[in-house]
T-cell receptor, first 114, second 112 residues
Framework: DTAVSQTPKYLVTQMGNDKSIKCEQN?????MYWYKQDSKKFLKIMFS???????INETVPNRFSPKSPDKAHLNLHINSLELGDSAVYFCASSPTGTPSYGYTFGSGTRLTVV | GENVEQHPSTLSVQEGDSAVIKCTYS??????FPWYKQELGKGPQLIIDIRSNVGEKKDQRIAVTLNKTAKHFSLHITETQPEDSAVYFC???????????FGKGTRLHILP
């Protein structure tokens, strides 16, 4: 199936731990994104990469570090996890760096920090 | 930067009735306005979009309208069905942006 796939779907971890979320798209898109959705459903962009190059880096703590080994993959590593990091993280992709072709979202990773 | 306001935050309509969700945007340069539907446990899915050179667009039971002068756009769902229950997001982007700015979402409940 053509899609944006994220792993894991659920992640429960203790404060202070380091964790990674992986994302892969087989749509041939050039641009990939990470969005954070809080408990009130608000979607906020964190990062975007266009063909492995960082394009957007919103005001996100340095504990969050994206990595794009190729244009089909965008991973998110989080150091020293805090309670406030609990959220659903969505990966998305679009055909070009211009969002006016729409995004395709993954199904999300629910991160719970205890 | 762009700011998108969305109303209402929650909407309940009887099955078969129409539902309308309204959004306003702040940046007059915005030219692309997508709508996303998010079902429980899933990622948002693009359901319809409109560009600034068009005033209205329709796809079966879903329609979007855009008023550039007033900087607002709306989603209309007719003959609502149970499967329309979801969270709906409006969004906007400008030609110079590499990102879409989302509204805060509307939780739509279709009542039997």
């Amino acid at each position: 199936d053509t899609a944006v796939s994220q792993t894991p779907k659920y992640l429960v971890t203790q404060m202070g731990n380091d964790k990674s979320i992986k994302c892969e798209q087989n749509l041939g898109h050039d641009t990939m994104y990470w969005y954070k959705q809080d408990s009130k459903k608000f979607l906020k962009i964190m990062f975007s990469y266009n063909n492995k190059e960082l394009i957007i880096n919103e005001t996100v703590p340095n504990r969050f570090s994206p990595k794009s080994p190729d244009k089909a993959h965008l991973n998110l590593h989080i150091n020293s996890l805090e309670l406030g990091d609990s959220a659903v993280y969505f990966c998305a992709s679009s055909p070009t760096g211009t969002p006016s072709y729409g995004y395709t979202f993954g199904s999300g990773t629910r991160l719970t920090v205890v | 930067g762009e700011n998108v306001e969305q109303h209402p935050s929650t909407l309940s309509v009887q099955e078969g009735d129409s539902a309308v969700i309204k959004c306003t945007y702040s940046d007059s340069a915005s030219n692309y306005f997508p709508w996303y539907k998010q079902e429980l446990g899933k990622g948002p899915q693009l359901i319809i979009d409109i560009r600034s050179n068009v005033g209205e667009k329709k796809d079966q039971r879903i329609a979007v309208t855009l008023n550039k002068t007033a900087k607002h756009f709306s989603l209309h769902i007719t003959e609502t069905q149970p499967e329309d229950s979801a969270v709906y997001f409006c969004a906007a982007s400008t030609p110079r942006d590499d990102k879409i700015i989302f509204g805060k979402g509307t939780r739509l409940h279709i009542l039997p």
